[in-house]
T-cell receptor, first 108, second 113 residues
Framework: DAKTTQPPSMDCAEGRAANLPCNHS???????VYWYRQIHSQGPQYIIH???NNETNEMASLIITEDRKSSTLILPHATLRDTAVYYC?????????FGSGTKLNVKP | DGGITQSPKYLFRKEGQNVTLSCEQN?????MYWYRQDPGQGLRLIYY???????QKGDIAEGYSVSREKKESFPLTVTSAQKNPTAFYLC????????????FGPGTRLTVT
């Protein structure tokens, strides 16, 4: 059973911020939220993860609501190479639960 | 270079034959995983192993078997009992503690006719 819900697709203009939402209303206190992306026919690539606090790295920012029931991945300046399927994942110990993801289409 | 290798990239088999997919990692990771991905779908966990000589079933283990005799290797056998074996198969590995993101291999696309 997928523990996350994401919109199936989103569009974003090149150079603008892409905000990808994720609902994980049944998340428990010790479960982390991870984000991965998958470019067609390749292995998924790690982006970022967090537990309670907002996180930022060179690729993206992760905003987690105070009740931890939802989160948003932010790509600050989307490029055409960011076109991919983005997965929001809840990790339970060493098991990752992948949903269907959001197909992000970055358009010129 | 450290990473995960899967071979071959494309594999074709006749129905009724068992086939073994290779996965090797040189990241010194304890845990390894096998996922299946069907077109337009997310990843589903087949088997995982947290330590050598031990492995657990994932959500869709029926028709598959694995072994973990070495830390670096986690081969997956798709048996003739698997009803719909044609899919994209992904192997991953991770540390057991600390930063536990999974690193994925490039995948093997299996076609059974």
């Amino acid at each position: 059973d997928a523990k996350t819900t994401q919109p199936p697709s989103m569009d974003c203009a090149e150079g603008r911020a892409a905000n990808l939402p994720c609902n994980h209303s049944t998340i428990s206190g010790n479960e982390y939220v991870y984000w991965y992306r998958q470019i067609h026919s390749q292995g998924p690539q790690y982006i970022i993860h967090g537990l309670k606090n907002n996180e930022t790295n060179e690729m993206a920012s992760l905003i987690i609501t105070e009740d931890r029931k939802s989160s948003t991945l932010i790509l600050p300046h989307a490029t055409l190479r960011d076109t991919a399927v983005y997965y929001c994942i809840v990790r339970d110990f060493n098991k990752f639960y992948f949903g269907s993801g959001t197909k992000l289409n970055v358009k010129p | 270079d450290g990473g995960i290798t899967q071979s071959p990239k494309y594999l074709f088999r006749k129905e009724g034959q068992n086939v073994t997919l290779s996965c090797e990692q040189n990241l010194n990771h304890d845990a390894m995983y096998w996922y299946r991905q069907d077109p337009g779908q997310g990843l589903r966990l087949i088997y995982y192993s947290q330590i050598v000589n031990d492995f657990q079933k994932g959500d869709i283990a029926e028709g598959y078997s694995v072994s973990r005799e070495k830390k670096e290797s986690f081969p997956l056998t798709v048996t003739s009992a698997q009803k719909n074996p044609t899919a994209f198969y992904l192997c991953a590995s991770s540390n057991r503690q600390g930063r536990i993101e999974q690193y994925f291999g490039p995948g093997t696309r299996l076609t059974v006719t």
